[in-house]
């Protein structure tokens, strides 16, 4: 730390920034393996068959093995390409990707960059997808490509708007939209005031935007397989074409990490030391029957709850748990649903979802302004009901 | 759009693809897999199975059952059987100088065995015919024996009564013959000739049923041959269906859960 | 300057949705479809002159290749042509005609759970099409046991058929799922309690399903008629016609079932038919199987070693998987059909593409070409 300290404010800023950068690429790599590997297995599994088995511990190394393949394989350059669009598409899809991670927080200040507007750079971040897209699909002067390209871009933009709404109830209920904030307002909550619950509304609209805005089943539109061929990167070939899939998996993996964060209560879960604290209490009978065993397990889980790294290390563990059950309901939703043709897409966004999100807030909003009213009054009538409106408190 | 109709569609919507959702569900958690894991293990082949046609062998004598009849290349539609031949200035029988099918034509559709009047051919359980060359696809004379040695058997079949009786493709279980047991009377699978006059020794696993035939062929000589066409065709189903009934469902136990 | 122009785009011969080998020419205003025209073969075998050169068993495992995915159809088909062609000189034994009728349903089955699941494939449901493949992998190991082949049977004989059921095939009425594939009432018991209120609650129930097929390229009943439509695109469109009721061959006049019509002609109606096509035909399989258990007998009539028709023309049509199946056999007396010509329903289905499509979406021309189930085998022969 003091060597740490002695270093130049720039050489900080510069070193943990490089540090940082690095753990948030890893990170992201490790999501995309496991999700891909997941992917495959789940769609096994739902339609009664094993998925990959050969390679390694039942099949679950294939995903390096498919890495080293792609990497080993022909870069296919096709010759009437717009030749830097096309070079550079798949890295911008790559980039804007991991960039999302930046803001998720792991544990309380474990977080690459706290940024105030949280929200809004994840709906700036989420924008540049179209690009890449866009300019995959123009510089491959490709048919399929540009259909593909055109729907995306139609796609992502008209459901990045319904996002946004679909966050600002989340927005309102914290009163800030940095994404930290966001997640001690759940923990003082508690469990039942995770914004999953007086935010319902919000959570489904913000759930079939994001899937939309992923490109996911089923509204892959941009890259519709029995329409479509591939959509926007049906000219790639090799490790080009893995950075749509590494760009697809890592987008995947934060924005589930970004629905735990606002809706699930990110990282807030009882840690090792509130585990082992409420372990010695219920050893002890609650105080009926004191033991040494059940007080020595209290004491070590006081002594603990305090300890940043354990924490951190709780944090991180709830934060990919919800994580992964986001993932797990994306693909399960994937092997299940047909596609919807675009039109219909473009009426659920700008017809259902986005009036749905509009009054979300208002609901929100009412209900906050009764609530608020009401806060200090002592309820006598209907006080379930009353007590109800606490949650939009 | 009325606001009750679109509240109710909304719900119809989420309603149906919950239901989807549930299925998928339990499919993933309670249905087992259905995976054959392929080179390891095999489905069931069952008794009547049309692989590659191949060529038998008369295990008492060792010679191959063809006579170079012409029936099967005729029946055949799309011309896949080549016989040449020629006639023995000795014994006036017809000898068969190549016998190939061109497996990369052939549609596997029986016609050459149901056309055989000598119970010769049989529709084999080999369906691993891929090669690298295409021309290895060419199954010549001693491939096809080869491949027909585990139909062969040391007993008479009975060509002429079994036709009309049961499918001649139902062969009699398979059978652990081996190359050695190709007597190669005409020299044709490379090793020299055997002399004239030479009685073959029956393997000790076909001994028995030669001493049946025998005894049943001294006693009745003439009444013989009905019953014995008669007997023969659940005698003959129920071992070729049994093994591979057991080793179907031992591979299925293996392949049902991973 | 600013110029618009229509994309013309080849989807196919090599796409993932084409069905085979079909190259359809599509005009596209941004996603609208103006113009459609399919370009077929690229499968042609020669079916009709080849036959010319074979004699009339031979032609059987042929006709197997030109509709694949209900090879015994076709064979069905062809074999009661010749029959007929014969007169009074050949008589089909009873067993025969009721293992036929079993098996041409059972491969109904197979061919329509295939278009159902590739249909569901083409619009992005990829599970639907896997479960049907394990579904029709069980009727294809029942095939297999019966017949020698699991795709292509070349089971059926001018006469009869070539071999009876083996032993313990049929089973009892109370076969469960665990003997699907070994049984084949272990089947129709698993099918219709598992496979077909699977698919009605899976697909047929699903919203988004509804939304991309309901009202996307209706057929209406006069331009049905007027296209030569059959089967199940004909009666998607609310005509009720089918050659197993209105015109009865072999022995369906004993056999009891409904024909499910639908009333709009879209490509939902389409679907839906099929759908409970299949449960028509379970229950035609059922009433076989009873009459099977009870009757043994010959299933082979006494036929000459060589077929010689006499002189003769028969135009012979059955209800096919997919639509009207005919075959059209001239013989001059020798033993090779002097000409055999096949009606195939996919040839005649695919000519609607140019009048169905325009005017839908891009995703709609794959709906529309699920819907009508072709089979470019059978489309270029």
Known sequence: MEWWNSLPPTAQVWLGGILKGSLILVWGLLNFAICLMLERKISAWIQNRVGPWRVGLWGWIQPIADLIKLWVKEY???????????????????????????????????????????????????????????????????????????????????????????????????????????????????????????????????????????NRAP???AEAEQELVAGHHTEYSGMRWAMFMLAEYIHLAAWSAIAATLFLGGWSGPTLGQVAAGLGNVLNGFGAFVNPVGTAVADWGMSIMGSTVLNWIAGVFWLVLKTYFFIFLAMWIRWTLPRVRIDQLMDLGWKFLLPVSLFNIFLTGTLRYVAVTFDGLPISIGSFTMRLLGWWL | MGVTNFVGEAWRTGKSIATGLKITFREMMFRPAITVFYPDQRDEVPPWFRGIPVLKTDLRTGEYKCTSCMQCAQACPVNVITIEWHQDPETRKKVCDRFAIDMSRCMLCNFCVEACPFDSLVMGYDYELCKVDPENLVFEFEDLLRLGLKYSS???????????????????????????????????????????????ELKPQFQQKQAEDETAATVEPEPAAKPAAEAKPEAEAKPAAAPAAQAGSTDREEAGQP | MERTQELLVNMGPQHPSTHGVLRLMVKLDGEQVTW???????????????????????????????????????????????????GDAIVVPERAQYIRVMMAELQRITSHLLALGSMAMDLGAVTPFLYCWRDREKIYSLFERITGGRMLYNYLRIGGVRNDLPEGIIGTPQDGEDKADKTIWGFINYFDAYVYPQWKELVTGNRIFQYRTQK??????????AYAASGAVLRGSGVKWDLRKNLPYSIYDRLEFDIPVGKNG???DRW???????FQSSRI????????????????????????????????????????????????????????????PAFTHLQLMPLLCPGHKVADIIAILGSIDVVLGEVDR
Request: a negative charge; hydrophobic letters at 45%.
């Open chain 3, 266 to 268: 879209d490509c939902f």
């Open chain 1, 219 to 221: 509204f892959d539109l």
């Open chain 3, 285 to 344: 399989v059922k009433q076989c199987l009873a009459w099977l258990a009870e009757n043994p007998g010959p299933v082979m009539a006494k036929v000459p070693r060589v077929l010689k028709p006499p002189k003769g023309e028969i135009y012979h049509r059955i209800e096919g998987a997919r639509g009207e199946v005919a075959c059209y056999v001239v013989s001059d007396g020798g033993t090779n059909p002097y000409k055999v010509k096949w009606r195939s």
């Open chain 3, 36 to 86: 459609c025209e399919p370009d077929i073969g690229y499968l042609h075998r020669c079916f009709e002159k080849l036959s010319e050169q074979k004699t009339y068993p031979q032609v059987i495992p042929f006709t197997d290749r030109t509709d694949y995915l209900a090879a015994l159809l076709n064979e069905m088909c062809y074999v009661e042509a010749v029959e007929k062609l014969f």
């Open chain 3, 216 to 225: 996307i390229g209706v057929l209406t009943a006069e331009q049905a008629i």
């Open chain 2, 154 to 200: 040391a007993e008479e079949p009975g060509p002429k009564a079994k036709r009309s009786e049961t499918p001649p493709w139902v062969f009699h279980g398979l059978t652990n013959a081996t190359e050695d047991d190709i007597q190669d009377v005409r020299g044709y699978l490379g090793r020299p000739p055997l002399p004239k006059g030479y009685e073959p």
């Open chain 3, 272 to 278: 839906w038919v099929r759908q409970e096509e299949m």
């Open chain 1, 76 to 214: 296919i350059h096709p010759n009437n390409v717009d030749k830097w669009l096309y070079l550079i598409a798949p890295f911008i899809g790559f980039v804007t990707a991991n960039l999302v991670w930046l803001i998720v927080p792991f544990g309380d200040k474990f977080i690459a960059t706290d940024l105030e507007i949280g929200i809004i750079f994840i709906a700036a971040v989420t924008g540049y997808d179209v690009i890449a897209t866009f300019m995959a699909g123009w510089g491959s002067n490709n048919k399929y490509s540009l259909l593909g390209a055109m729907r995306g871009a139609a796609q992502l933009i008209s459901y990045e708007i319904t996002m946004v709404m679909s966050l600002i109830g989340v927005v309102m209920m914290a009163g800030s939209l940095r994404l930290s904030d966001i997640v001690l307002a759940q923990q003082e909550r508690g469990f039942l005031g995770w914004f999953l619950f007086p935010q319902a509304i919000g959570f489904i609209v913000y759930l079939i935007a994001s899937l939309a805005e992923l």
